[in-house]
């Protein structure tokens, strides 16, 4: 199971951390990738970090302010962005990838709102 | 740069059958790019339904599954339900990216 952490209102130039805690497997075997959907629209994958070693690994368009982390120690990975603009808001998902695969991607969190806005 | 691309919507009756697609902008889809496919309904998370080609993902009835016909990815319904009114994903894995197709609206009427 996959928990992440509630809606989060910011101003544009401002950072967000979203979390995403896991629960019922051993966190550092399985990856962990962050997806975007923002609203009205599709599903972006925004990359993907190894657990075990920590190495963030991002889509195009998701380098820069886009930061993938974790804190093994508590189970749960983190999404920040910095320099937030307006066309952030979205909702943000953790989803764990159970094999080598990176398309295959179950469970999935609930998806934490971030809306940017002056 | 390269799209995966998905019929932006589709009907079905209650209890037809329905084939969605999943092509790519440019070459064909085959098994090496271990097709996936979720179904989204407003305000919930995806959930997977098929991955690798055609391989079921737990709980998900039998009236889903999944191909490759001729040059693309197809997740085909049986029997289709109210509740198969949903946004469905196509993706692709390309090695080092994954891309997700701009999603099927499935209307049952």
């Known amino acids: 199971q996959l928990v992440q952490s509630g809606s989060e209102l910011k101003k544009p130039g401002a950072s967000v951390k979203v979390s995403c805690k896991a629960s019922g497997y051993t966190f550092t075997r399985h990856a962990m990738t962050w997806v975007r959907q923002a609203p009205g629209q599709g599903l972006e994958w925004m990359g993907w970090?190894?657990?075990?070693?920590?190495?963030?690994t991002y889509a195009q368009g998701f380098t820069g302010r886009f930061v993938f982390s974790l804190d093994t120690s508590v189970s749960t990975a983190y999404l920040q962005i910095n320099t937030l603009e307006v066309e952030d808001t979205a909702v943000y998902y953790c989803?764990?990838?159970?094999?080598?695969?990176?398309?295959?991607?179950?469970?999935w969190g609930q998806g934490t709102l971030v809306t940017v806005s002056s | 740069q390269t799209v995966v691309t998905q019929e932006p919507s589709f009907s079905v009756s209650p209890g037809g059958t329905v084939t969605l697609t999943c092509g790519l902008s440019?070459?064909?889809?085959?098994?090496?790019?271990?097709p996936t496919w979720y179904q989204q309904t407003p305000g919930q998370a995806p959930r997977t339904l098929i991955y690798?080609?055609?391989t079921r993902s737990s709980g998900v009835p039998d009236r889903f599954s999944g191909s490759i016909l001729g040059n693309k990815a197809a997740l085909t319904i049986t029997g289709a339900q109210s509740d198969d009114e949903s946004d469905y994903y196509c993706?692709?894995?390309?090695?080092?990216?994954?891309?997700f197709g701009g999603g099927t609206k499935l209307t049952v009427l």
């Open positions: 440019s070459g064909s889809v085959s098994t090496h790019y271990y």
């Open positions: 970090i190894n657990t075990n070693t920590g190495n963030p």
């Open positions: 989803a764990r990838v159970p094999e080598a695969l990176l398309s295959w991607l179950d469970p």
């Open positions: 690798s080609t055609n």
């Open positions: 993706v692709l894995y390309m090695g080092r990216d994954v891309l």
